[in-house]
């Protein structure tokens, strides 16, 4: 319990310093590419996300806390905070632009593994928005509701 009330205040601070205005990377060649990169190997990090829109297999639309913790390259484990607990994933990774990263994954869920695709489109090289994608729900549901994302170093 110790160890979740200190995950939980750590992720409360970085929520606290997440900016909220939506924000993503354009397709137009007149506007200069990012100055920012998401972390090649995001190994050892834990990436937060919040936003309007489920995050993950078993996310619900709403304000969603998704607690995504990179475990060894290719893999991670993730929790919809109050939805979920932590669930098993595999993953390849493409980068298709400057800026932009995005994680073809597989759920290991019973009784069928589900995939899904995150798209990051950073701001800085911790910060950024995101988009998450399913075959059933093949492009993201327009909102005004920003969609952030933020990598943070996992605490032992």
Known sequence: ??????????VAAVLAALPLAAGTVAADPEIAPPNC?????????????????????AGIRGDNLTL?????????R???????GWQEATYTRENPAP???????????????TDYTITL??????????????PAMPE???SDAPTVYRFTPLAN
């Open 1 to 10: 319990m110790k160890a979740l009330t200190h995950t939980l205040a750590a």
């Open 37 to 57: 990169m998401v972390p090649e190997d995001p190994t050892g990090q834990m990436l937060i996300m919040w936003g309007n829109t489920a995050a993950v297999p």
């Open 68 to 76: 995504v913790r990179f475990t060894a390259p290719g893999a991670y």
């Open 78 to 84: 993730y929790s919809v905070v109050g939805v979920s």
């Open 99 to 113: 800026g932009v990263s995005v994680f073809h994954s597989t759920a290991h869920t019973a009784p069928e593994p």
């Open 121 to 134: 489109n950073c701001r800085t090289n911790t910060t950024g928005n995101y988009q998450y994608t399913t």
């Open 140 to 142: 993201p549901i327009n």
